[in-house]
């Protein structure tokens, strides 16, 4: 429970029910680190897959953003002091959202509109381009939050070819280019390129992660299911081991697997009884603890 009961982690709660009947549940004074939502985007479909669906159809984007900013206010006096809130959306509300969000946590606490970037089947446009991203909109709770300076992975080639500057070699043999303070200063330091290589790039705010493929093993037949991959990033980013995070709209429970990789408490919820015999199914092999229950 938070504040912090002393466990290490990996414990798991699963609760049946809509956002009001999971949160009604918990302690009031349970607060988590981070609260992920990821809840239907208004797109007017019902969504289908193979071992489960749910309704994304609304009477008007009115009655939509209204629904959402009741959700996303039970769940805000939710999340810690020093933690996260991160909405994830798409083009079909997603500036209606950020601007709904602004409205909960304070335009001075909206920390990043990360887009997920992936690949996919493409059609020549005639009315659009195609769409192939998502955002994550990202607040923190107060000026207290800190992130983790995640870096990825860039190699002597690739960083050469982004700088676009002349590469010298010092009297070591070791290579290096100008970084530069601004405007006029560009000669201000060196960069060793053997160092970047070694720490590897801070992270912005693109990432680029496939979709799952349709003969992934990841893949669980929930529609909508986030790739691992995209949620152990933004857990990492957001959290440390032994925090507790939520997922009350958890699908195929992807938060909750990114969560318990990485040592943290998870509780999760949805209103949809295939979602969580789903999540159940994913997470039994993960966990030291786990408690299933109901919310009516
Ligand atoms: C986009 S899916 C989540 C997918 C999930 N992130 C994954 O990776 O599998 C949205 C989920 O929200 C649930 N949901 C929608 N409205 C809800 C509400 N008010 N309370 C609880 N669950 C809700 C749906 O049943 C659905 O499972």
């Known amino acids: 429970m938070y504040p ?27 607060k988590f680190q981070l609260i992920y939502c990821d809840p239907p985007f208004y797109s007017r479909k019902v969504q289908v897959a193979d071992r489960a669906a749910f309704s994304d159809r609304w009477p008007s984007l009115d009655e939509y953003l209204q629904s959402m900013a009741a959700t996303v206010r039970a769940m805000a006096v939710r999340v810690a002091p020093n933690g996260y809130f991160a909405l994830h959306c798409d083009h ?35 009315q659009r381009v195609n769409s192939k991203h998502d955002v994550i909109l990202v607040w923190a709770r107060s000026s207290l939050s800190r992130m983790a300076p995640l870096a990825e992975e860039v190699n002597r080639e690739a960083y050469i070819k982004m700088k676009r500057k002349r590469v010298f070699t010092d009297e070591n043999g070791r290579e290096w280019i100008w970084g530069h303070n601004g405007r006029g200063r560009s000669h201000a330091y060196r960069i060793f390129i053997d160092d970047v290589v070694k720490r590897g790039l801070p992270i912005d705010d693109v990432w680029d992660i496939p979709i799952i493929g349709i003969t992934s093993k990841e893949r669980l037949g929930f529609p909508t299911q986030k790739p691992l991959a995209l949620l152990l990033r ?63």
């Open 4 to 30: 912090s009961d002393g466990s290490q982690g990996r414990q798991l709660m699963i609760l049946e029910g809509s956002v009001e009947q999971t949160l009604a549940q918990l302690p009031k004074e349970q």
């Open 92 to 126: 079909h509300a997603s500036h209606y959202l950020k601007v709904m969000g602004d409205r909960i946590f304070g335009y001075e606490n909206f920390r990043n509109e990360i887009v997920w970037h992936y690949k996919g089947r493409r059609q020549p446009a005639v």
């Open 234 to 296: 933004l857990v990492e980013l957001l959290t440390s081991p032994g925090d507790w995070i939520a997922d009350f709209m958890a699908g195929s429970g992807t938060l909750g697997e990114a969560g318990l990789k990485l040592n943290c408490n998870v509780v999760l919820g949805d209103r949809n009884a295939e979602a969580i015999r789903v999540m159940k199914m994913r997470l039994e092999g993960y966990v030291d603890q786990l408690r299933l229950e109901s919310a009516d």
